[in-house]
């Protein structure tokens, strides 16, 4: 499963946390730093994959869509017009954290035939755009509750004093649901 990584060069660290986890989840991965990268279209068995973050507002040129391209947002930066309405991944656990579940679905919005579904909460359409990744909390297309986008749900880590343990939570914005599990 070849795959292209293009990213910017402030989004290096994040770049090289997901090539490691893409390989886990058997790519075969080259990184590409925008726009330095290879030119052209990339073959129709490569899949690009597109680290997006606020770094891409200081460039002068936003990419096009080339073949495959599999979106990965580190941060809440909208993608551009031209990549708005692919299907991407979300990284909602932090900068440059990235699952092997993540990884996973990324690999499987590029390679739809050759990677089995993997669990995701909320539900999962063939019309859902963006899978959030929460890391240990698992992958999420929606509320569970009130089905808002996983846009709407937040990372949000807490203390709970009375047994002492530090907590990571998903909340949804819409209904207040949450979840949470000990750090």
Do not use: K
């Not at 052209?40 to 495959?68: F, H, I």
């Not at 580190?74 to 708005?84: C, E, G, M, N, Y």
């Not at 990284?91 to 993540?102: F, H, I, N």
């Amino acid at each position: 499963m070849h795959t292209r990584l293009s990213y910017q060069r402030q989004d290096e660290r994040a770049a090289f946390a997901l090539a490691d986890a893409l390989g886990r989840a058997g790519a075969d991965v080259v990184l590409d730093v925008w726009p330095t990268g290879a030119d052209g279209a990339p073959d129709p068995e490569t899949v690009v994959v597109l680290l997006w973050s606020a770094a891409w507002d200081r460039t002068p040129m936003e990419p096009a869509p080339l073949g495959a391209h599999v979106p990965v947002r580190l941060d809440d930066t909208p993608l551009p017009s031209a990549l708005a309405g692919l299907r991407h991944v979300r990284l909602a656990q932090g900068w440059g954290r990235v699952s092997d579940e993540a990884a996973a679905m990324i690999v499987r919005l590029g390679f739809p035939a050759l990677v089995p579904a993997l669990p995701v909460r909320g539900n999962p359409t063939e019309s859902t755009v963006v899978i959030s990744d929460f890391g240990p909390l698992g992958l999420f297309a929606s509320c569970p509750r009130c089905g808002g986008s996983s846009e709407r749900l937040r990372p949000y880590v807490t203390v709970d004093h009375q047994y002492d343990r530090a907590l990571r939570l998903v909340i949804c914005g819409a209904c207040n649901w949450q979840d949470g599990c000990e750090l």
